[in-house]
């Protein structure tokens, strides 16, 4: 707060951050830097709601019989906690923070193609957001982040109509965010930046808004007959009132089951960024990368009926289900193949974002791999709805989408704030939130093999010691996640001023200055070498 | 606080053979697990940079490399697809000869029916070594029966019947979990699979209210709601004899042909205008909501002895 | 590759054409994004009515004879009016687009109304329908009691599954008006942009979006028409 | 965007067309033709989108790009409702349960 430092701000040139001062430049903004600021905020917020939620439940289930809350309360918990989590910050947090943010950065456009319903797609995203609280606050809502019928439909007497609501409001939000992005990477790549120049988290943003685009508008429209039938109790999807529940079913998995990798691309993508930096290196197999995240994004729509193994579908739809998710787990054993190849021979240092990169990969693998448990029917029948598939999921939206999340906003921290933060504290962060993660993970798969069921808010007590494990490494998991809470917003004000590239990196988002100016480039790049081009000129041949 | 265990309990007849595949996943995702750490630590120690201007060469790729990583993942996943489906059909097919006993789920609590007409709440005693298949219905919301030590789960759904089989190799007490959310006291929808031997199971069957068994209850519940009015033995009256139908092949004004399952059953009943005989009129009333679930189950039981039955010579034809 | 153009900042853009938003190097590039976005939407709006189109589907051959039964309860004279009065309104939305292109103003806006009141006809026409409905009694959820005629016609199939068409039936058309009725309001906003004198033959990107929209929208008509009221023939 | 300009000729005689289509698809309404008459209702409709998206839409005159996004929109809807509906409809493959294994049968009442 003193003047000690010999950074006064005045000196700083003209960015988008101090371009203009006051709550209307940020809340009537149409810079897509400063629109993604606004998501970074919110989705920490609801961060930190559904974490919280999570820590409840897990010092809940230290106990046998419940240590904390009612079950009807437990119920409302782990609900909220999915909900909030999934569509309220995962499915968001890295298209709509850094997509937006490096979109328009790495094509070398002054901005989104369509700013306006960039700002637009922020406010729908708040106002779903506010009928989530309001029914968090209103009482909660109890059905299950799945809503499956006829339970959410015609039994549950909690707040399901205003959650229906918000679910389906920021489902827009989501889709305007894909259709931008497409538009966007289709029209406004800067001269020179072919197809096959893009930075690969532009393939994965990509990948990533075909399925936003083409299954949040079912995840809607489901929504809406399922409010339909709430609210004027007709029969759509309740069997005492002439419906099938299993069909609901269809439709919600037909967006839900697509929406893992609206998670899971992105953070691919950040992956595939951080690992050629800090390996100096052009990445292993550039367009088998770029396609296998297009394949994953196509076959991923084909898998959905594998949550549906013991819900009565046929067998015969099960067998095909099956057949098509355990080919949709090749895209992406082929991209971790060729992460690690890229390490060989590199110049490979050790700072903060390669942590999480590598930590990434190693979750991913774990997430992936346990997922042949669940593609396969035989033992899908024993696993499925048990803490198995929570591991298994956990793996691969926490240990591979957070940490990919966590991954670029270390990577792009210096360029997004124009500030460097303390390497040391990051990378104790990662080390943390690592171990944090498996304790408290790896105990629930042995506990789903066992036959301990999800969503029980109490259990018999032979499970108690697993949990017990579980829950003391949700502890640890919290504090990681706390640190970089703490040092990057110390590092806002009190980080040294990063250069334009701190890293060394290749990409047009690292050719302007930290924090970049609001029109981004001072003259539109023109592109004329390959992605990653860390090698020396002469050796690029090569 | 017990002892940490790592498997659950092995006592059905299919137990093993699903292990055996979990621990082939098992060792696949250990195998590639450490494969992948150890190379990236090796790869991170043994390039690690030394000078800070240091550039290394490019590498563009490796195409047979691509290949090679592709169509190892592929063969795996080939063989575990064919193993673990094989194995799912062979394990869901419920062998000849399967006691039959009907299984209700509703908020929160299982209600069970032996067709020799006992009731258990949140119990079931089985017999050991002998295949029990279960036929489950529900009164309100998705359930999911699910015995660990079974290896077995199947949703319970209402409006439909759903099934599964288990042979016990072990006697002893079982859980019983509900593995589909349900409501406020989900977890609280738990049993007990108790697993006698069969002398031990015949004198439990045998003690208790004696009751009349599922067959017998049924026949009542059919006489009461009317039905032998229309429904005359010899295939003369309204709708068609019930006797040898179960079953069998129907065939639908629509030209389609349907097998007379349990599902078939209780949808006629319920609705009895969605799926008409040849032959005959829709002019069936509904019994939805003149029944219980446990009086359909009843009904079900009773028509399922009835198809037992030879048909009558003279209803030839009219099926 | 696109013609580079030296950095101006925003305060300063001097844009060389009105239509010209700051993200873009050149007009040409903005119509192509726009065109693109509107395709992409409309994709995303196949997917939306979709999922229902979809549930219809499973439903429908589930309980054929319900779906039938109900289907046989609408007045096919006045469906069938309807359609050709939409697809009147979609003929005068191309005409309009024409008449963007060759920059005929006055063609412009009375192609645009005649547009609006093809499409306000037909929510005319709607709504004598949904009344209907209401008189007999087969709306469902706010007032299903339906009277003996009707009743009769409806319970080949059973009259809860008769229900269920209805439930499709009005969040079909329901949400096919919602969007005629957004529609509607797209075209006033268009007549006053182009009684301004906003469009010219070089830019009417605004038109073209529209009218896609309108033609979409139409489109999902074609299908709601023998899926709704020509169920298993009418013989 | 850049389109040629069509003759107002033409998109009076695509919405002739329409028009006998629709009349046609309501007469066929009347004629007993069993399952198939599901099929015509579904052949003219889809004549008559293309009517409109080739003319009326202009696709006709569309690049590549967009033909290949509008195709993929109803290629993703015909995979939603292929799938779901294979399960309906495979679902009564499934054997018949085992025949009944208690005592004799009674005799019918």
């Known amino acids: 707060m003193s003047t000690a430092t010999l950074e006064p701000r005045v000196r700083a040139p003209r960015n988008y951050l101090n371009a203009d001062y006051g709550w209307k430049s940020w809340l009537f903004t149409v810079d897509h830097k ?21 820590v409840l439940m897990r010092i809940h289930l230290v106990e046998p019989g419940g240590a904390l809350v009612q079950p009807e309360t437990y119920n409302k918990l782990f609900t909220l906690h999915g909900i909030v989590m999934i569509f309220f910050f995962l499915i968001p947090s890295i298209p709509a923070v850094l997509g937006n943010f490096l979109v328009p950065l790495m094509v070398g456009a002054r901005d989104l193609a369509f700013p306006r319903v960039n700002l637009l797609s922020w406010y729908i995203y708040i106002v779903g957001g506010t009928f989530t609280l309001y029914s968090a606050i209103a009482g909660g809502v109890d059905t299950g982040w799945t809503f499956y019928t006829p339970y959410s439909s015609t039994y549950s007497n909690t707040q399901v109509t205003p959650v229906v609501i918000g679910v389906f409001i920021t489902g827009f939000s989501s889709i305007l965010t894909g259709l931008n992005f497409i538009v966007t990477i289709h029209k406004m790549r800067a001269p020179g930046l072919t197809w096959y120049r893009m930075p690969l988290f532009l393939w994965a943003m990509y990948a990533t808004s075909i399925i936003m685009v083409l299954g949040t508008p079912v995840l809607a429209i489901t929504l809406f007959l399922l409010g339909l039938e709430h609210l004027f109790h007709v029969g759509i999807f309740s069997p005492a009132l002439g419906g099938d529940p299993l069909l609901f079913q269809h439709l919600f998995w037909f967006y839900s089951h697509p929406a893992v990798y609206i998670m899971i691309l992105p953070a691919m993508g950040v992956v595939s960024e951080i690992i050629p930096c800090f390996a100096r290196k052009r990445i292993f197999g550039y367009k088998i990368v770029a396609f296998s995240s297009v394949a994953i994004a196509v076959l991923g729509f084909l898998v959905w009926g594998h949550h549906m ?43 903060a974002p390669m942590l999480y990169a590598m930590g990434f990969i190693g979750l991913f693998t774990m997430g992936g791999l346990t997922g042949l448990f669940l593609a396969s029917l035989a033992t899908d029948v024993h696993l499925n709805g048990t803490y198995f598939i929570v591991a298994h999921f956990h793996y691969i939206m926490v240990g591979g989408a957070v940490m990919g999340y966590l991954g670029g906003i270390h990577f792009w921290w210096p360029k997004i704030s124009g500030r460097k933060y303390p390497n040391g504290w990051a990378a104790l962060a990662a080390a943390i939130i690592f171990i944090g993660f498996n304790l408290t993970f790896f105990p629930q798969f042995i506990l789903g093999y066992l036959g301990m069921p999800r969503r029980y808010a109490f259990y018999p007590a032979e499970f108690q010691v697993l949990n017990v494990m579980s829950s003391a490494g949700a502890t640890v998991l919290g504090v990681g996640y706390l640190i970089p809470l703490v040092y990057l917003i110390w590092s806002m004000r009190y980080g040294p001023i990063a250069e334009p590239n701190p890293w060394g990196a290749t990409g047009l988002e690292w050719k302007t200055p930290s924090p970049p100016p609001t029109e981004n480039f001072a003259e539109i790049p023109v592109v004329t070498e390959e992605a990653y081009a860390y090698a020396p000129q002469e050796a690029a041949g090569d | 606080m017990q002892g940490l265990p790592f498997q659950p309990e092995q006592a059905s007849s299919i137990a093993r053979s699903v292990d055996e595949l979990y621990y082939f996943l098992t060792a696949v995702t250990l195998f590639f697990t450490a494969v992948i750490f150890s190379i990236i630590f090796y790869f991170m120690i043994k390039y690690r940079r030394r000078s800070p201007d240091e550039r290394p060469k490019a590498i563009e790729g490796s195409f047979p490399l691509e290949v090679l990583w592709t169509a190892i993942p592929t063969l795996i996943v080939a063989v575990i697809f064919v193993w673990s489906s094989v194995l799912y059909f062979r394990n869901s097919e419920p062998p000849r000869g399967a006691m039959e006993i009907f299984v209700t789920g509703k908020q929160w609590m299982w209600k069970v029916e032996h067709p020799e007409g006992q009731r258990e709440i949140n119990e079931l005693h089985v017999p050991l070594g002998r295949p029990v298949k279960l036929t489950m219905t529900s009164e309100d919301v998705i359930h999911d029966f699910f015995v660990p030590a079974f290896r077995v789960k199947k949703d319970v759904l209402p409006g439909r019947y759903t099934s599964l089989w288990f042979s016990a190799t072990k006697v002893g007490t079982f859980h019983l979990f509900c593995a589909q959310y349900c409501g406020a006291f989900h977890a609280g929808m738990i049993g007990s699979i108790i697993v006698q031997q069969p002398e031990e199971y015949e004198r439990w069957l045998a003690g208790g209210a004696p009751g009349e068994s599922m067959e017998q209850a049924g026949a009542k519940v059919f006489q009461a709601s009317g039905c032998p009015t229309c429904h005359l033995a010899d295939g003369t009256g309204l709708g068609p004899s019930l006797l040898g139908v179960y079953g069998q092949p129907v065939k639908l004004t629509t030209g389609e042909t349907v097998t007379a399952d349990d599902a078939y059953m209780r949808e006629s009943i319920l609705l009895p205008k969605a799926k008409i005989v040849t032959g005959y009129s829709p002019i069936m009333p509904s019994f939805q909501g003149q029944m219980t679930e446990e009086q359909l189950n009843n009904v079900v039981a009773y028509l399922r002895a009835l198809g037992k039955a030879q048909p009558k010579p003279k209803e030839e034809g009219k099926q | 590759m696109r013609r580079r153009r030296p950095l101006v900042t925003n305060a300063e853009v001097q844009a060389p054409h009105a239509g010209l938003a700051h993200q873009f190097q050149d007009l040409e590039q903005q119509q192509e994004a726009d065109a693109l976005g509107i395709w992409v939407f409309l994709v995303t709006e196949i997917m939306f009515f979709g999922g229902l189109f979809a549930a219809y589907a499973i439903y429908r051959g589930l309980y054929f004879a319900a779906f039938q039964g109900g289907s046989h ?17 979609s003929l005068t939305m191309a005409l309009s687009v024409r008449s963007a292109q060759t920059g005929n103003r006055r063609a412009l806006v009375l192609f645009l109304i005649a547009t609006m009141i093809l499409g306000g006809i037909f929510l005319g026409i709607k709504a004598v329908e949904y009344n209907q409905k209401f008189v007999e009694h087969i709306v469902p959820g706010l007032d299903w009691n339906p009277q003996s005629a009707v009743k009769t016609e409806l319970s080949p199939g059973g009259l809860l599954h008769a229900e269920l068409y209805f439930v499709f039936y009005f969040a079909m058309t329901g949400l096919h008006a919602l969007h005629m009725i957004i529609g509607m309001g797209l075209l006033l906003w268009l007549v006053f942009r182009a009684r301004k004198d906003s469009f010219s033959p070089h830019y009417f990107a605004p038109v073209e979006v529209v009218g896609l929209y309108w033609h979409f929208v139409d489109i999902v008509w074609i299908f709601l028409f023998p899926l709704l009221y020509l169920i298993g023939g009418r013989y | 965007m850049s389109q040629p300009i069509v003759p107002q000729r033409t998109y009076l005689l695509v919405f002739l067309s329409l028009a006998g289509l629709t009349i046609l698809t309501t007469g066929v309404a009347f004629v007993d033709l069993g399952p198939f008459n599901t099929v015509a209702a579904l052949a003219i409709a889809f004549s008559k989108m293309l009517l409109v998206i080739l003319f009326f839409m202009g696709v006709r005159h569309s690049s590549g790009m967009v033909r290949i996004i509008l195709i993929a929109g109803f290629f993703w809807l015909a995979l939603l409702i292929a799938f779901t509906t294979a399960d309906y409809r495979s679902r009564s493959w499934t054997a018949a349960p085992d025949s009944w294994s208690t005592t004799a049968p009674p005799t019918h009442p």
């Open chain 1, 34 to 54: 400063r629109i993604a600021l606004l998501y970074l905020v919110s989705i920490s917020f609801f961060f930190i709601i559904g974490g919280s939620f999570a």
């Open chain 1, 309 to 351: 193994f013991v819900t009565g579908q046929s067998v015969y739809a099960g067998l095909i289900f099956s057949l098509l998710s355990f080919l949709v787990a090749i895209p992406s054993a082929i991209k971790v193949f060729n992460w690690t190849s890229t390490l060989y021979k590199g110049s490979i240092s050790y700072e």
């Open chain 3, 73 to 89: 309860i609408l007045d096919i004279r006045l469906g069938a009016t309807n359609t050709i009065v939409l697809l009147g309104s």
